[in-house]
């Protein structure tokens, strides 16, 4: 299945390898989990608003449905392929199975270049790819969520497309959705949330000795920039934060309530009280005590993983950290948060979502908090348990616990005929 061959889900892919050597994983199920399920590659053209037509690559790919139907975002961005929707899929098997959601992975994105589309282009966009995988997703088979160049109005054009397709309202087609068309309070920040809450334990575990923790956060969207306004609410100091544009930084603290709005007014960080810029991996070789990546994959690799100085390496992004960095990093005694873990806040409360819409029966926005609160938690205490126990480091617990749940799951549902 070469189709699916490129660096991340390469990454992926070694991932598992190696907990399936550790674990003794059936051979059987240890092949079945390597490739993804169901993978569709669209066409999608859409009118330009010079009356042009262009015409991008769209996937949707299905890891496992062993637990239940499958799950994860859609990205829109200029580096969206195959192979990194397939690893993106494969991560979010584990992560669901991690946090013990009835839910298998997948991933979808398109590849264009969201910032140079208009409002319109991108509605158009999320339409026609949202029509092109039709067959695959709805509430019982495959639920989309945002990621990356795509938000609750994204979501709100895929569950208006797919409602118009079937002829009422679906509102659990898709999760992180508008609140008012179905959307669940808490969703929008969840993620940040999550991560900001595994970061508190692993402080609480690690006892670094420094009154104030000090932190960086590349990235400065969704999970980036809501990260950084709950560090900043837990006593954290974040001295730099970055996004596609550069970074900022202030060794004494940024204004992080300050910044947000600033943000939220001009897109972006850079020029925020004059400060210095700096770039991207700059910010990442910090002299901080936690680092949060929380753009792209594979930003900490073997090249500037013995830079990284950060004591505590929280994955807000999927992937941002290679199987070889990995390696340097454990062997520096940086503990890492993997992705699975610290940025599964996201899909817990998509979760909740979905379960509102099909009760028609929402919570509030206290009770989503507490339940996302009780998950991470529980998830955190087991991963570092497991670390504890078999002297494994954080990645590999979760994902033995991840793998062998859906292993589990695939064993006693055998293989079909
Ligand atoms: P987003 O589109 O809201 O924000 C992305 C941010 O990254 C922006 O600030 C952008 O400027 C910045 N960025 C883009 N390219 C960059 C680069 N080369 N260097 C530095 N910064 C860059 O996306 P998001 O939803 O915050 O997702 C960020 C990451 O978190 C992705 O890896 C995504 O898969 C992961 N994630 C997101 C969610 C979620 O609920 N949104 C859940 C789990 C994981």
Redesign the pocket.
């Known amino acids: 299945m070469q189709e699916f061959y490129n660096e991340t889900f390469l990454n992926a892919q070694k991932q598992l390898d190696h907990v399936a050597q550790l674990m003794n994983l059936d051979t059987g199920i240890h092949e079945r989990l390597r490739y993804p399920r169901k993978a569709l590659i669209v066409s999608v053209p859409i009118r330009l608003d010079n009356g042009q037509t262009r015409v991008y690559s769209g996937y949707r790919v299905q890891h496992d449905q062993s637990l239940g139907p499958t799950k994860g975002?859609i990205?829109f961005?200029h580096e969206v392929n195959l192979g990194e929707v397939a690893a993106?899929a494969m991560w979010m098997t584990w992560k669901c199975a991690l946090l013990n959601l009835p839910y298998g992975g997948a991933k979808g994105g398109v590849c264009c270049f969201p910032e140079e589309m208009s409002v319109a282009e991108m509605e158009r966009l999320a339409r026609r790819y949202t029509t092109e995988i039709l067959s695959m997703i709805g509430p019982e088979k495959d639920i989309p969520?945002?990621?990356?160049?795509?938000?609750e109005q994204t979501m709100a054009w895929i569950m208006d497309t797919y409602s118009n397709f079937i002829g009422y309202a679906v509102p659990g087609v898709v999760t992180?959705k508008p609140v008012a068309v179905g959307g669940s309070l808490g969703r929008r920040e969840?993620?940040?949330r999550g991560v900001a809450h595994t970061v508190k334990m692993a402080l609480e575990k690690l006892k670094l000795g420094t009154d104030v923790p000090t932190a960086a956060v590349?990235?400065?969207?969704?999970?980036?920039?809501i990260t950084a306004k709950y560090l900043d609410l837990q006593g954290v100091k974040v001295v730099a934060v970055?996004?596609?544009?550069?970074?900022i930084y202030n060794p004494n603290g940024l204004d992080i309530p300050r910044l947000l709005s600033y943000v939220a007014d001009r897109g972006?960080?850079i020029g925020f009280d004059e400060l210095d810029s700096m770039e991207?991996k700059d910010l990442l070789e910090l002299d901080v005590d936690i680092l949060v990546p929380?753009?792209?994959?594979n930003?900490i690799t073997e090249h500037n993983a013995e830079k990284i100085k950060a004591k505590i390496v929280a994955e807000?992004?999927?992937?941002?950290v290679t199987p070889e960095a990995d390696e340097i990093l454990q062997k520096k005694g940086v503990f890492i948060i993997p992705?699975i873990l610290a940025?599964?806040?996201?899909?817990v409360v998509?979760y909740f979502e979905w379960v509102q819409d099909i009760q028609h029966l929402f919570w509030s926005e206290d009770q989503v908090n507490e339940k996302l609160g009780y998950l991470m938690g529980r998830a955190f205490e087991e991963v570092y348990n497991i670390s504890q126990a078999k002297k494994v480091d954080n990645r590999t617990a979760a994902m033995m616990l991840g793998v062998g749940r859906v292993a589990s799951a695939k064993m006693l549902r055998g293989l079909y005929p």
């Open positions: 975002g990205r961005h993106l969520a945002p990621d990356m160049y795509t938000n992180g969840a993620t940040g590349q990235g400065f969207g969704n999970v980036g920039s970055s996004d596609v544009q550069g970074g972006t960080v991207n929380a753009a792209l994959a930003v807000g992004a999927n992937g941002p992705g940025n599964a806040g996201g899909v998509s």
